[in-house]
């Protein structure tokens, strides 16, 4: 009797075991779903944690980027405001006293660019430089001639660049008063004139286009505006740069030029040294004869035989030595651009051997 008690009582312990051990894998399973599921959770949130973390990251990279664009653009314009400031600065500083026609300058200086003139204009006839020792420039004696050379100056780095790649180049320091021009002044360029290429015939341009505003009394703010209807193909970007920017200045728009023709790997070329000869101060017309041969025969054999050249160097002659121009001129005809070297030579030594007086050249830098 003893026996069958004990077990009953075992059988009925080794339910409630079995039961309890039951309870607690269920216990068990409950739990380890309940882990995963908060794994799971928290996986998706950390993802998307991250993924904001990143979102903003991104958005914060993006928002330095434009603030360091748009302090790098103000950065350009304060550059620019200053060089303008510095031009202002020495106009004033070297310009004499003067009392201002407040009825004519008033007008040409505060009236808006015109999109289209329509008044007197001045026409240059025909494809070749002018001739003659000062046919790009006005009577010296003429009470319109507006350029006065001043002594050492103070030019600012984009001034001295300009002038260091084209002497001829005028800054406002060097214009006296503009007391007769006015901006409905028009001025009729040659479309052989246009900037299209960036190559040696920039410079001769140039030259003949910035003689061409002084003769037609544009005034002096009004050039660069004038100058970017004349601007294309190779400068077109240059063009719009110009036309964005209010501050634009002759001298700046003369530096993007020059710039321009930099990036492209001409401004230093033998083409460009060859159109940008000037004569030094006090030299023999036979010795700059002989630097211009110099220089011509660095050109490569397709430059030595281009119409570029040859309008470079008829320039060069009738500008600084116009008296062997008179002797020149009539010899080019129907003749090679190395036939019209040599000739130059012989007649700049011919003409060295005349009088003092005519032996130098004509400086007009």
Not at 187 to 208: G, H, N, T
Not at 274 to 294: C, V
Request: hydrophobic share 35%.
């Amino acid at each position: 009797m003893a026996k069958k008690e004990d077990l009953s009582t075992t059988a009925g312990d080794s339910k409630n075991l079995l039961e309890h051990f039951n309870a607690q894998q269920l216990f068990n399973e409950k739990l380890k779903s309940w882990f995963d599921g908060f794994e799971s959770v928290l996986s998706t949130q950390t993802d998307l944690v991250v993924c904001h973390v990143t979102e903003e990251s991104k958005e914060l990279s993006s928002r330095m980027d434009k603030i360091e664009s748009r302090l790098e653009q103000f950065e350009n314009k304060m550059d620019r405001i200053e060089t303008l400031l510095i031009d202002i600065s020495s106009g004033l500083k070297n310009s004499p006293p003067q009392q201002p026609d407040l009825h004519s300058e008033d007008q040409s200086v505060r009236s808006p660019p015109p999109e289209k003139v329509s008044t007197s204009a001045v026409q240059i006839d025909d494809g070749k430089a002018p001739a003659g020792s000062h046919a790009n420039m006005p009577d010296e004696s003429n009470e319109f001639n507006t350029i006065e050379e001043t002594k050492d100056p103070v030019l600012s780095p984009s001034q001295k660049f300009v002038k260091d790649a084209w002497p001829q180049a005028i800054l406002r320091h060097e214009i006296n008063h503009e007391t007769n021009t006015n901006v409905s002044n028009n001025v009729i360029l040659r479309p052989d004139l246009f900037l299209d290429k960036a190559d040696s015939s920039v410079f001769v341009k140039l030259a003949e286009i910035q003689s061409a505003f002084r003769i037609s009394l544009v005034p002096y703010w009004y050039w660069p505006w004038r100058l970017c209807q004349q601007m294309r193909d190779d400068f077109q970007g240059t063009r719009v740069w110009a036309e964005e920017n209010i501050f634009v200045t002759w001298p700046m728009l003369l530096e993007e030029i020059f710039k321009t023709m930099q990036r492209l790997g001409v401004l230093h070329s033998p083409g460009t040294i060859f159109s940008r000869l000037t004569a030094r101060s006090g030299e023999h017309i036979d010795s700059f004869a002989m630097r211009i041969k110099d220089s011509y025969y660095q050109l490569s054999r397709l430059d030595r035989e281009s119409d570029i050249t040859r309008n470079a160097l008829s320039y060069i002659v009738q500008t600084y030595i116009p008296q062997v121009w008179t002797h020149l001129q009539p010899m080019m005809v129907g003749k090679p651009n190395y036939h019209c070297i040599d000739t130059l030579v012989q007649i700049a030594r011919g003409i060295s051997m005349w009088p003092t007086q005519v032996k130098y050249c004509v400086n007009k830098n």
